[in-house]
């Protein structure tokens, strides 16, 4: 079993198609695979066939920890649940406005047509990897970890903060649309570990159930603090790739860490959740698109 359970598509700011995603994830011999774009959740397609690779409707939600930006991941959520689609409708709006401020901006810096292009473009949640390619295309920055750090990081001159939901919101709203919250990238924030720590009780109190413990670049200690604090919680353990771009080579749909052995006993494969979708076939069963 190869669980891959954080995937970006173009519907957010992955480069490529859910066919090629999922193309990617069968060759790489991934059993289930979630697709977990930012603030956007679509019906996956229906069963296929009955071999192969299984479809989890995910999402990543934006939000905010007293102040702090987080990205919870929810697995198996129903894209049609109300509750669930007016959060998403309410940032996908919110990631518009803040590339119209952007635009307005980097219009007066003189360079025009931000939000049009962005907006002529596949994707529905609006970000700043998008803008960070324009920017780049439009020969404002030389490549996007330059775009990233002299513009759109919060010293950059087109900075814009973005009001996101608090965490407690996006937990409850998986909740409602019967998915897992999953705390993602946990190693990824920039806090020590007495803060991370703290954040995870509080995610935990809100209803979160699960934490990232690998992803690629994981340090291997963080990767075992991680594993320790989800076992005393009584969280559960999940793994992905955050894939957003085929051409970035050192990324890949099903390249992480695995989980070792106890660690492995404490997967979210375990969920009462995934064990419910996994018996019935409403987890989509594919083998070519
Ligand atoms: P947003 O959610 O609109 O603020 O966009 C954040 C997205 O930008 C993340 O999901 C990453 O994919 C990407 N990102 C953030 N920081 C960087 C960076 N320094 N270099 C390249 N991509 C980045
Ligand atoms: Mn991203
Ligand atoms: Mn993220
Ligand atoms: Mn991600």
């Known amino acids: 079993m190869k669980a891959d359970l954080h995937c970006h598509t173009h519907l957010s700011d992955g480069q490529h198609t859910l066919a090629f995603v999922i193309e990617r994830a069968r060759a ?10 930012h603030d956007v959740s679509q019906a996956l397609p229906q ?29 198996f959520v129903d894209p049609t649940n109300m509750r669930l689609q007016t959060l998403l409708s309410a940032q996908q709006a919110r990631r518009r406005e803040r590339v ?18 962005l907006l002529a473009m596949p994707a529905i949640a609006l970000t700043r990897s998008h803008v960070a ?11 996007r970890q330059k775009a990233f750090k002299t513009h759109l990081n919060r010293s950059g001159k087109l900075f814009v903060a ?25 190693g990824r924030y920039a806090m020590n ?3 991370l720590h703290r954040l995870v009780e509080c995610f935990a109190a809100a209803g979160g159930e699960g ?3 690998s992803y690629p670049n994981i340090a291997p200690d963080m990767n075992q603090y991680l594993i320790q604090l989800a076992i005393e919680r009584g969280l559960y353990l999940s793994t ?26 404490h997967g979210i494969w375990h969920h009462p959740i995934w064990e419910q979708h996994a018996n019935t076939e409403s987890m989509s069963i594919l083998k070519r698109l």
Not at 162 to 186: F, M, N
């Open 133 to 143: 390619d324009f920017l780049v295309a439009n020969n404002v920055c030389k490549n």
């Open 100 to 117: 119209a401020q952007i635009d307005d901006k980097l219009t007066a810096l003189g360079t025009k047509g931000l939000l049009l292009d």
């Open 211 to 213: 934490l990232e413990a």
């Open 193 to 195: 570990k007495s803060k």
């Open 28 to 37: 790489n011999l991934v059993t289930h695979l979630a697709i977990t774009d």
């Open 47 to 75: 069963p296929v066939n009955q071999q192969g690779l299984k479809l989890i409707n995910g999402v990543e939600i934006s939000c905010l920890w007293e102040s702090f930006e987080l990205h919870v991941v929810g697995l």
């Open 240 to 265: 992905g790739s955050d894939f957003h771009d085929a051409a970035a080579h050192w990324t890949d749909v099903g390249k992480f860490p695995a989980l070792d052995r106890t660690a492995a006993r």
């Open 162 to 186: 973005a009001q996101w939901c608090d965490y407690t919101e996006a937990v409850r709203a998986i909740k409602a649309a019967g998915g897992i919250s999953v705390l993602a990238h946990p």
